[in-house]
């Protein structure tokens, strides 16, 4: 989830999915603008469909992200390239 982390329990085994377009706005055009005011809705309720609309996910919890620490200037590249070898650990 945005700015976050969401744990959730589910019963196994299960299949959770997301898309590839899950954070891409999408933008709607003038002439589709036009086209949805005209069109009719019809209005639905779940019991005419026999749809049981309780909830069935129950959140367990919520947390906020760590917040990030203060960066630091180093002087040139090789303070750099020492300083990822020996704190940071990732070279």
Do not use: F, H
Not at 11 to 27: F, G, H, K, Q
Not at 38 to 49: F, N, R, T
């Amino acid at each position: 989830m945005d700015g976050g982390l969401e744990t959730i329990s589910v019963s196994l085994p299960a299949v959770i999915t997301t898309d590839l377009r899950l954070n891409e706005p999408r933008y709607v055009t003038l002439p589709n603008i036009m086209k949805a005011k005209k069109k009719q809705l019809d209005i639905v309720k779940p019991e005419d469909l026999g749809v049981d609309v309780k909830p069935r996910l129950k959140t367990l919890k919520v947390t906020e992200p760590a917040k990030r620490g203060a960066g630091v200037k180093v002087p040139d590249v090789a303070t750099l390239v020492q300083k990822l070898k020996t704190e940071a650990k990732v070279i």
